[in-house]
Protein backbone atom coordinates (compact mmCIF):
# COMPACT_ATOMS: atom_id res chain seq x y z
CA UNK A 1 0.00 0.00 0.00
CA UNK A 2 1.49 3.23 -1.07
CA UNK A 3 1.07 5.80 1.35
CA UNK A 4 3.46 8.71 -0.49
CA UNK A 5 0.98 12.46 -0.47
CA UNK A 6 0.28 13.43 -4.10
CA UNK A 7 2.38 16.39 -3.59
CA UNK A 8 5.90 15.32 -1.81
CA UNK A 9 7.62 18.40 -2.52
CA UNK A 10 5.13 20.73 0.18
CA UNK A 11 7.02 23.17 1.86
CA UNK A 12 7.77 22.77 5.62
CA UNK A 13 9.30 19.71 6.64
CA UNK A 14 7.43 18.70 9.28
CA UNK A 15 4.11 19.79 7.95
CA UNK A 16 5.33 17.14 5.06
CA UNK A 17 6.09 14.13 7.83
CA UNK A 18 3.04 15.13 9.15
CA UNK A 19 0.76 14.88 6.45
CA UNK A 20 2.48 11.71 5.72
CA UNK A 21 1.36 10.25 9.01
CA UNK A 22 -1.88 11.64 8.96
CA UNK A 23 -2.22 9.37 5.15
CA UNK A 24 -1.00 6.38 6.96
CA UNK A 25 -3.52 6.62 9.70
CA UNK A 26 -6.06 6.76 6.75
CA UNK A 27 -5.31 3.75 5.10
CA UNK A 28 -4.78 1.71 8.76
CA UNK A 29 -8.39 3.04 9.54
CA UNK A 30 -9.40 1.43 6.26
CA UNK A 31 -8.03 -1.54 6.98
CA UNK A 32 -9.29 -1.82 10.24
CA UNK A 33 -12.84 -1.06 9.57
CA UNK A 34 -12.74 -4.11 7.34
CA UNK A 35 -11.46 -6.19 9.90
CA UNK A 36 -14.17 -5.70 12.17
CA UNK A 37 -12.33 -2.50 14.08
CA UNK A 38 -9.25 -4.36 16.44
CA UNK A 39 -6.99 -2.66 18.55
CA UNK A 40 -3.75 -2.04 16.74
CA UNK A 41 -0.43 -2.58 18.47
CA UNK A 42 1.67 -1.89 15.87
CA UNK A 43 1.58 -0.17 12.35
CA UNK A 44 4.74 -1.28 10.49
CA UNK A 45 5.96 0.73 7.52
CA UNK A 46 8.64 0.47 5.37
CA UNK A 47 11.43 3.09 4.52
CA UNK A 48 13.56 3.45 1.72
CA UNK A 49 16.64 6.12 2.13
CA UNK A 50 15.54 7.83 -1.39
CA UNK A 51 11.88 8.32 -0.01
CA UNK A 52 12.73 12.10 1.11
CA UNK A 53 11.22 11.05 4.74
CA UNK A 54 13.54 11.23 8.03
CA UNK A 55 12.43 8.42 9.99
CA UNK A 56 13.55 10.23 13.39
CA UNK A 57 11.06 13.10 12.06
CA UNK A 58 8.57 10.72 10.89
CA UNK A 59 7.95 9.20 14.49
CA UNK A 60 7.64 12.27 16.14
CA UNK A 61 5.18 13.16 13.08
CA UNK A 62 3.30 10.01 14.54
CA UNK A 63 2.89 10.89 18.20
CA UNK A 64 1.53 14.01 17.20
CA UNK A 65 -0.74 12.35 14.39
CA UNK A 66 -2.02 10.07 16.22
CA UNK A 67 -3.56 11.67 19.21
CA UNK A 68 -7.87 12.18 18.58
CA UNK A 69 -7.66 9.09 16.67
CA UNK A 70 -8.11 5.45 17.56
CA UNK A 71 -4.49 4.98 17.23
CA UNK A 72 -3.65 6.93 20.68
CA UNK A 73 -1.82 3.61 22.13
CA UNK A 74 -0.35 2.08 18.34
CA UNK A 75 3.46 2.45 18.04
CA UNK A 76 4.81 2.97 14.45
CA UNK A 77 7.99 0.34 13.84
CA UNK A 78 9.98 1.35 10.62
CA UNK A 79 11.73 -0.78 8.78
CA UNK A 80 14.27 0.77 6.89
CA UNK A 81 14.77 -0.31 3.19
CA UNK A 82 18.42 -0.25 1.89
CA UNK A 83 19.13 0.97 -2.10
CA UNK A 84 19.00 -1.96 -4.41
CA UNK A 85 19.85 -1.64 -8.09
CA UNK A 86 19.43 -3.61 -11.49
CA UNK A 87 22.94 -3.62 -12.76
CA UNK A 88 23.27 -4.55 -16.40
CA UNK A 89 26.61 -5.73 -16.14
CA UNK A 90 25.51 -8.63 -13.46
CA UNK A 91 22.44 -9.27 -14.99
CA UNK A 92 20.98 -8.73 -10.85
CA UNK A 93 20.08 -6.98 -8.12
CA UNK A 94 22.60 -5.37 -6.48
CA UNK A 95 23.29 -2.81 -3.50
CA UNK A 96 25.20 0.13 -4.60
CA UNK A 97 28.07 1.53 -3.12
CA UNK A 98 26.46 4.89 -1.40
CA UNK A 99 23.58 7.31 -1.65
CA UNK A 100 26.07 9.39 -3.41
CA UNK A 101 27.43 6.45 -5.44
CA UNK A 102 24.87 5.03 -7.66
CA UNK A 103 26.94 2.03 -9.17
CA UNK A 104 26.98 -1.69 -8.37
CA UNK A 105 28.61 -2.35 -5.33
CA UNK A 106 30.18 -5.72 -6.71
CA UNK A 107 31.41 -4.22 -10.67
CA UNK A 108 31.41 -0.62 -10.16
CA UNK A 109 28.74 -0.19 -13.39
CA UNK A 110 26.75 2.88 -13.16
CA UNK A 111 22.89 1.50 -12.18
CA UNK A 112 20.37 1.09 -15.07
CA UNK A 113 17.54 1.17 -12.88
CA UNK A 114 16.49 1.67 -9.02
CA UNK A 115 14.52 -1.70 -7.73
CA UNK A 116 14.52 -0.49 -3.77
CA UNK A 117 15.24 2.76 -1.99
CA UNK A 118 11.75 5.02 -2.55
CA UNK A 119 9.70 2.81 -0.70
CA UNK A 120 7.32 4.85 1.81
CA UNK A 121 4.89 2.12 2.55
CA UNK A 122 2.22 0.38 4.57
CA UNK A 123 3.93 -2.99 5.20
CA UNK A 124 2.05 -4.21 8.11
CA UNK A 125 -0.43 -4.15 11.07
CA UNK A 126 -0.13 -6.14 14.10
CA UNK A 127 -3.62 -6.62 15.96
CA UNK A 128 -4.35 -6.86 19.29
CA UNK A 129 -6.53 -10.13 19.34
ZN1 LIG B 1 27.29 -5.22 -11.21
Known sequence: MDVSPADS??????????????SILDVAGEEVDRRGNPQVEAIY???????????????SAFELAREATPFRCTRLVIEEVPIVVYCSKCDAE????????FSCAECDTPASKLIHGRELELAALELIE
Open 94 to 101: RPVHSMQD
Open 45 to 59: LRLGPLSGVVKEALL
Open 9 to 22: RTPGRRMHELSICL
